[in-house]
């Protein structure tokens, strides 16, 4: 079983669409991210939620919202898509116990958006 | 801002040698610190980490050394494989932090 599973794989729209991609986990989790993987592979946090908290929500459009509707769930949703939006989306999660960030993250296979 | 940055962002490598993928952070704070592997069309996994309270970790196939000194971070892979041909990433997050920040990664290339 996938421990952290991302869906859709492939997603492919054009530019002023609204879009989500879900995450799940079944690893128990009390925490969960969304990352940006950009061209050059350059992975930058975007949010990070415990227990259906945000508690990470760096600088990023708002036209990005994240929603979790229980701690094993959280889905990324997309508001007027942008050509600059085109990147790999990761889901992470980690166990959430441990202060701050330096905890093992477990991540998904990725979203690969692209905005025509 | 701080931040996490490798040394070279390619490096190719015999089949059988051992590799070697270097890290320079800049947070003084930073105090733990984590590799990940990626390859292509997947996402990140975990390979192994260490905490500032330590100089030295050993895996399977892969050790990890951590000079607080010149905040400098190295991943050894002994024996190289193909599949070992992955973007390598490190990590770091210090106590204040609750993320993990990320460098930009290096590309390995095993060889025939």
């Known amino acids: 079983d996938t421990a952290v599973s991302q869906t859709p794989k492939y997603l492919v729209t054009q530019m002023g669409n609204d879009k989500s991609i879900k995450c799940e986990q079944n690893?128990?989790?009390?925490?969960m991210y969304w990352y940006k993987q950009d061209s050059k592979k350059f992975l930058k946090i975007m949010f990070s939620y415990n227990n259906k908290e945000l508690i990470i929500n760096e600088t990023v459009p708002n036209r990005f919202s994240p929603k979790s509707p229980d701690k094993a769930h959280l889905n990324l949703h997309i508001n007027s898509l942008e050509l600059g939006d085109s990147a790999v989306y990761f889901c992470a999660s980690s166990q959430g116990g441990v202060a701050g960030g330096r905890e093992t993250q477990y991540f998904g296979p990725g979203t690969r958006l692209l905005v025509l | 801002g701080e931040s996490v940055g490798l040394h070279l962002p390619t490096l190719s490598v015999q089949e059988g040698d051992n590799s070697i993928i270097n890290c320079a952070y800049s947070n003084s704070a930073s105090d733990y610190f984590i590799w990940y592997k990626q390859e292509s069309g997947k996402g990140p996994q975990f390979i192994i980490d260490i905490r500032s309270n330590m100089d030295k970790r050993q895996g399977q196939r892969v050790t990890v050394l951590l000079n607080k000194t010149v905040k400098h971070l190295s991943l050894q892979i002994a024996a190289t494989q193909p599949g070992d041909s992955a973007v390598y990433f490190c990590?770091?997050?210090?106590?204040?932090?609750?993320?993990?920040?990320f460098g930009s990664g290096t590309q390995l290339t095993v060889l025939p």
């Open positions: 990590a770091e997050s210090s106590g204040s932090a609750r993320q993990l920040t």
């Open positions: 690893l128990g989790h009390d925490t």
